[in-house]
């Protein structure tokens, strides 16, 4: 179950900067990735996602990596704009089209 | 709008009333989830549908929780006797459920506050 307090991690960068959110996942049977931006008052919202039989895949401005040895998914951002501000989720499968299992967020500042 | 819809956005009830809310998919997903969001946390799975048919439910779900699907399209999920922890916001998303389409499209979310 989940077991997350109220104050979420949050990443302060400077508009233009890269940035870098990470997330630990929780079952290494897990086979499909998917990171989340969530912003205030609106549901989620889909960013990019990744199978495990890869390691990194790229987007427009983004970019995940996976480390199964480690369970460590990590989002980059290059550029990061103020409109990026948002909470980010990184989210899990047992796979793909499944319900997926959510990590607890990371907020994301951007200052200009 | 051809995205996942739900209504109402807001609800606010008193402790012990019944809910109800209604999640429109988007028209070709045949999958249909329920999550619940509380302040500060990441989403929840409460339950899901493949068509019709409700293949999932969450230990979190109680037996005042009812999820239903009739048609295969647009889905209720109920609360009976509210309690003020169920206080939360509740989203609806809908996926293809093919392999590899992983992707949930979420709603905005029904906010639920239980005084």
């Not at chain 2, 995205?3 to 109800?20: A, E, L, M, W, Y």
């Not at chain 2, 206080?87 to 639920?112: D, H, I, K, N, V």
Request: hydrophobic fraction near 30%.
């Amino acid at each position: 179950g989940e077991s997350v307090g109220l104050h979420l991690p949050t990443l302060s960068v400077q508009e233009g900067d890269n940035s870098i959110i990470n997330c630990a996942y929780s079952n290494s049977a897990s086979d499909y990735f998917i990171w989340y931006k969530q912003e205030s008052g609106k549901g989620p919202q889909f960013i990019i996602d990744i199978r495990s039989n890869m390691d990194k895949r790229q987007g427009q401005r983004v970019t995940v990596l996976l480390n199964k040895t480690v369970k460590h998914l990590s989002l980059q951002i290059a550029a990061t704009q103020p409109g990026d501000s948002a909470v980010y989720f990184c989210a899990e499968s047992l796979d793909y089209g499944n319900k997926l299992v959510f990590g607890a967020g990371t907020i994301l500042r951007v200052k200009s | 709008d051809t995205g996942v819809s739900q209504d109402p956005r807001h609800k606010i009830t008193k402790r012990g009333q019944n809910v109800t809310f209604r999640c429109d998919p988007i028209s070709e997903h045949n999958r249909l989830y329920w999550y619940r969001q509380t302040l500060g946390q990441g989403p929840e799975f409460l339950t899901y549908f493949q068509n019709e048919a409700q293949l999932e439910k969450s230990r979190l779900l109680s037996d005042r929780f009812s999820a239903e699907r009739p048609k295969g399209s647009f889905s209720t999920l109920e609360i009976q006797r509210t309690e003020q922890g169920d206080s939360a916001m509740y989203l609806c998303a809908s996926s293809l459920g093919q392999p590899g389409t992983g992707e949930l499209f979420f709603g905005e979310g029904s906010r639920l506050t239980v005084l």
